[in-house]
């Protein structure tokens, strides 16, 4: 089976390649350039084994493990894990900006309210994303998603 490697400077992502495709065919459906733009390039590869540079691939690989697909290689462990056996982990206000962290040191509502009390009112920005870890704690994979 073919397979398709990503690689960050903490791990080694390692997937089937009909998972990927499938995963880019759902964002190109949508209309996501770089999607379909990595789905035309990497059937026309020839080896049993394509490594993908593209940065935009790692919100593919979150989507992969959050839907159990793969494997990955952390490099500080020197160990193979599952996706099931990684620490899934928010980062900012949260994975999704509908599920906001209102948790955060500092806290959305403390914002909220000292943005009240400007003479100016201005929009709250905020982003969040979503890292894996390894059991052990190392950190494999950060990407922020979202944006407000």
Known sequence: MRTVIYETHNAIF???LPNVIGRLKDYSEQNVRKATDL????????SEV???????????VL?????GKGSVFCKFCQ???QPIQLQSISIG???????????EEGGI????????FRRRRQMMSMMGGE?????EGHQLISMVTWVS
């Open 79 to 81: 160990k193979t894990y």
């Open 93 to 103: 206000f949260g994975k999704s900006p509908f599920e906001v962290n209102i948790k």
């Open 131 to 135: 890292a894996y870890d390894c059991p």
């Open 14 to 16: 390692d997937f089937e």
């Open 39 to 46: 789905l035309e390039t990497i059937p026309s590869s020839l």
């Open 63 to 67: 989507n992969l493990l959050k839907d």
């Open 109 to 116: 509502v403390k914002r909220i309210i000292k943005n009240l």
């Open 50 to 60: 394509i490594k993908i540079t593209s940065d935009y691939f790692g919100y593919i």
